[in-house]
């Protein structure tokens, strides 16, 4: 007995068991005994120039959405952000030091984000630098 796909309902070109079959290479279990691609081909990810941050202890009065902020990193993994002069709220200590030993050296800008909870945009490559951590400073 003969079963045919769609496709190819008349083939009798082929005359052997496979005849009236289409090949899916997507889907063909030789596909996966090809070899490797070469590693020096594949390209490492970008990392993310962008971030987003939960704004501490915030007071946000009278900031407009995407409004450029100041940040001011202190010794003690602190880092206070200011609107206009105005201290507007922190980030709190365990991402500062996250940023410091993922970020040191880079620069960075910041946006207010008018949400719920307030959220401040972290923006790479441009701005203030991001100080080394502690333990790289001895």
Avoid at 40 to 63: F, G, M, R
């Amino acid at each position: 007995m003969r079963i045919y796909d769609e496709e190819n309902p008349y083939d009798d070109v082929i005359d052997d068991d496979m005849s009236g079959y289409t090949v899916v290479d997507d889907n063909s279990i030789y596909k996966l005994l090809t070899s490797e691609p070469d590693p020096e081909t594949i390209a490492t990810p970008i990392p993310e120039n962008e971030q987003t941050v939960i704004l501490c202890e915030p007071s946000v009065a009278k900031v407009s959405d995407g409004q450029e902020l100041e940040l001011r990193f202190s010794e003690n993994d602190g880092c206070d952000v200011f609107a206009s002069g105005k201290r507007i709220g922190c980030f709190k200590a365990a991402y500062v030091r996250k940023l410091k030993n993922e970020r040191c050296e880079q620069l960075v800008k910041a946006y207010y984000k008018s949400d719920v909870p307030p959220m401040i945009k972290l923006i790479f490559g441009s701005g203030v630098p991001v100080p080394l951590p502690e333990l790289q400073k001895l």
